[in-house]
């Protein structure tokens, strides 16, 4: 699948949008409100493109909106974890993304990644530090991963801006050989963006994303996983069936 830049100062403000989007992230600040709930009455749906519905929220304290993406995906969880679990992956499906891979100390359950996301001149690039928690039920076969902001953890460049508030839940349900994903996300981007440009272009980011991670994960080297569940029924890894 190839997605099109777009070009002229919408197109610039799309792309600032999309560094708001990516494995898009939870800040730790304690005065940052949690995420609304995934079946809270005020979310509004503001497109539906095929298999995606996106809906947004006004946030208390914040010109920016939340937003809610549910994609009914063509593709069995086992493959969609797969490209999950590789930390460039960002580069393939999230929309914008330059540059991304894993550092520090880290497991399966509980790691650290970088990620850039490139920028139409004049607007600066914008980078994540991020750590990422996930964790499954084998009772009802759902994963569930957090993404979260913590800008401290590396040193900030020049030439980006660090986001450094952003928080991300995505919600994985098995449905036979398809999976239905939540993606809900709020994000306080850095720098003098209007609330009300950002959350008028804010539902196609989403979108783009992840029409390009269905796409993404149906490639041959995203094939041949399977889910490994512990015995006290918690996700322990993501493996190749034949290793």
């Given amino acids: 699948m190839t997605i099109t830049r777009a070009h ?3 197109g610039m403000v799309a792309g600032v949008l999309s560094t708001l989007m990516f494995l898009t992230l939870p800040s730790l600040a ?4 949690p995420l ?19 809906y947004t929220m006004d946030q208390s304290n914040s010109g920016f909106q939340a937003f809610k993406a549910v994609a009914d995906l063509d593709v069995p969880l086992e493959t969609l974890m797969a490209v999950m679990i590789n930390p460039e992956s960002c580069k393939e499906w999230v929309h914008n993304c ?18 850039v996301n490139d920028m139409p001149w004049p607007v600066t690039d914008r980078d994540y530090v991020l750590r ?26 020049n030439s980006r801006v660090r986001v450094d508030r952003s928080d991300t839940l995505y919600r994985f349900t098995p449905n036979g050989d398809k999976t239905r994903m939540v993606w809900v996300q709020h994000t306080e981007p850095n720098g ?6 950002v959350n008028n272009l804010l539902v196609d980011i989403p979108v783009k994303s992840l029409q390009a991670l ?9 094939q041949g ?3 490994e569940w512990g015995e006290n029924g918690n996700l322990q890894a993501v493996v190749p069936t034949d290793r």
Avoid at 39 to 44: K, Y
Avoid at 98 to 115: K, L, P, V
Avoid at 192 to 197: E, K, N, V
Avoid at 214 to 221: F, P, Q, R
Wanted: charged share 30%; no cysteine.
């Fill in 98 to 115: 330059t540059e991304s891979y894993a550092f520090g100390q880290g497991d399966f359950h509980d790691r650290y990644a970088y990620s």
């Fill in 30 to 33: 304690s005065e940052h409100p």
């Fill in 132 to 157: 990422i928690r996930t964790r499954g039920n084998a009772d009802t076969g759902e994963v569930v991963m957090d993404l979260n902001a913590v800008p401290g953890m590396r040193a900030e460049f």
């Fill in 214 to 222: 269905e796409a993404v994960a149906k490639e041959d080297k995203y």
């Fill in 225 to 227: 996983y399977q889910l």
């Fill in 8 to 10: 002229g100062f919408k």
């Fill in 36 to 54: 609304p709930p995934e079946d809270a009455r005020e979310w509004t749906l503001r497109k539906e493109v095929d298999n995606i519905r996106i």
């Fill in 192 to 197: 003098a963006l209007p609330g009300w440009l």
